[in-house]
Nanobody, 124 residues
Framework: QVQLVESGGGLVQAGGSLSLFCAASGRTVSSYTMGWFRQAPGKEREFVAGISWTGERTYYPDSVKGRFTVSRDYAKNTVALQMNSLKPEDTAVYYC?????????????????WGQGTQVTVSS
């Protein structure tokens, strides 16, 4: 079992930055592809970033490309999401997710483990 805990959410003005963190426990996630998703009220869960288990590949949808950066720290068993140039439409609950040894996927159903989420609110 893998437990994931997100942190770093909060309130920020448009144009600002936030860093989210996902701490894994239970087992090392060095062999897990990690994803970040978000869900706004009344909307489906949306993929915003992924990093392969090797750390060599990352993937972003057009909506956040150039603004969000995902990274991982194998020694700390953590994954981070740096969010810059935030927009009000980035407001959502952000989730960290893990899937074992597989390519990056933008589909939530492909991920096995999930954190509880952290709220990000961007004011205009």
């Amino acid at each position: 079992q893998v437990q994931l805990v997100e942190s770093g959410g909060g309130l920020v003005q448009a144009g600002g930055s936030l860093s989210l963190f996902c701490a894994a426990s239970g087992r090392t996630v060095s062999s897990y592809t990690m994803g970040w998703f978000r869900q706004a009220p009344g909307k489906e869960r949306e993929f915003v970033a992924g990093i392969s288990w090797t750390g060599e590949r990352t993937y972003y949808p057009d909506s956040v490309k150039g603004r969000f950066t995902v990274s991982r720290d194998y020694a700390k068993n953590t994954v981070a999401l740096q969010m810059n140039s935030l927009k009000p439409e980035d407001t959502a609950v952000y989730y960290c997710a893990a899937r074992f040894g597989a390519p990056i996927s933008h589909l939530a159903v492909d991920y096995t483990y999930w954190g509880q989420g952290t709220q990000v609110t961007v004011s205009s």
